[in-house]
């Protein structure tokens, strides 16, 4: 652990082996993981990291890199498929596609720019979190293990929840819904 610190700078590249990182509550602006192959949590909340590479880190189960200042504009996880959590809420990012990631269990995207999101090949999500959004739609028919779902203050129109059978909490207010299934 090298969290609540002053950090503005980490250097991990000599540690290959180096199972997990949490560097949260810095002032990191960059963090280079591309050597540690062996990642499986990395939890890098609350820096101001422009930029995250995770493609080398094909082992990671728990990514946190959530609330990056609003500077994180795109993060790539579609080499990550163990990923079993995923947060990246309180950034800039237009577009998430967790498509690759069918072992994603928890996702929560709020509070970004996002305009579209790729849900489909996460058949295992319970719990997804995307709310202050731009979404104009969002198709989770082959999410059918959902049970919460946040959607409040995006811009659909529609959503199809007649798949979501194990639905227990649902948020969708402040949208621009004419339709609920």
Do not use: M, P
């Not at 540690?15 to 960059?30: D, G």
């Not at 959607?151 to 948020?171: A, F, P």
């Amino acid at each position: 652990r090298i969290n609540d610190n002053q950090l503005t700078s980490l250097d991990v590249t000599a540690n290959t082996t180096l199972l997990e990182l949490r560097c949260y509550t810095n002032q990191l602006t960059s963090l280079d993981v591309s050597k540690n192959t062996a990642l499986t949590y990395l939890d890098c909340y609350g820096n101001y990291l422009t930029s995250l590479d995770v493609t080398a880190n094909t082992s990671l189960t728990y990514l946190e890199c959530a609330y990056n200042h609003r500077l994180l504009a795109s993060l790539d996880v579609s080499a990550n498929t163990a990923l079993t959590y995923l947060s990246c809420h309180d950034n800039k990012l237009t577009s998430l596609d967790v498509s690759a990631n069918t072992a994603l269990i928890y996702l929560k995207c709020s509070e970004n720019q996002l305009t579209s999101l790729d849900v489909n090949g996460a058949t295992a999500l319970t719990e997804l979190h995307c709310y202050k959004n731009k979404l104009t739609s969002l198709d989770v028919s082959k999410n059918t293990a959902l049970d919460y779902l946040s959607l409040y203050k995006n811009q659909l129109t529609s959503l199809d929840l007649s798949q979501n059978i194990k639905l227990k909490v649902l948020y969708v207010s402040e949208n621009k819904l004419t339709s609920l299934n």
